[in-house]
């Protein structure tokens, strides 16, 4: 599911709002569904990859990102290891893929209550069918 994530409302403080809303949903959740092994490869187009555990994001006392799920300038990419389910930030559409099972089924689920679809299986989405 790829979701479409233009500000419509034009305005800082709406981009802002949905913003922290996509991270804050995409790190629930990385923690509910993965709370076997909490942790993600992390990838931003031109730094380091590095691996992220989202339990021990969740547990810092003043936890920041340092790549957030929603794409801020660059592409974001935070991959489980075994390639199963990711999330894809892409920052000039703007929009945000989201792929694998566990993960439709979950933040791709709640995503779609409040975000526009943009293409679902990697076509395009029509609402009317």
Not at 38 to 60: C, I, K, N, S, T
Not at 84 to 91: E, V, Y
Request: proline content about 5%.
């Amino acid at each position: 599911m790829t979701f479409d994530l233009t500000n419509t409302a034009g305005t800082v403080g709406s981009w802002r709002a949905r913003f922290d809303a996509v991270n804050a949903e995409a790190l629930r959740c990385f923690v509910a569904e993965f709370a076997d092994d909490p942790r993600f490869v992390v990838l931003d187009w031109q730094h380091p990859g590095y691996w992220f555990d989202a339990a021990e994001h969740v547990a810092a006392e003043d936890s920041e990102w340092h790549v957030s799920v929603y794409p801020n300038g660059d592409y974001y990419i935070f991959l489980r290891e075994d390639f199963s389910a990711s999330t894809f930030g892409h920052p000039w559409e703007p929009t945000l893929c989201v792929f694998g099972e566990r993960l439709v089924n979950t933040l791709g689920r709640t995503l779609a209550t409040w975000l526009p679809h943009k293409r679902v299986n990697g076509q395009p989405y029509d609402r009317d069918g």
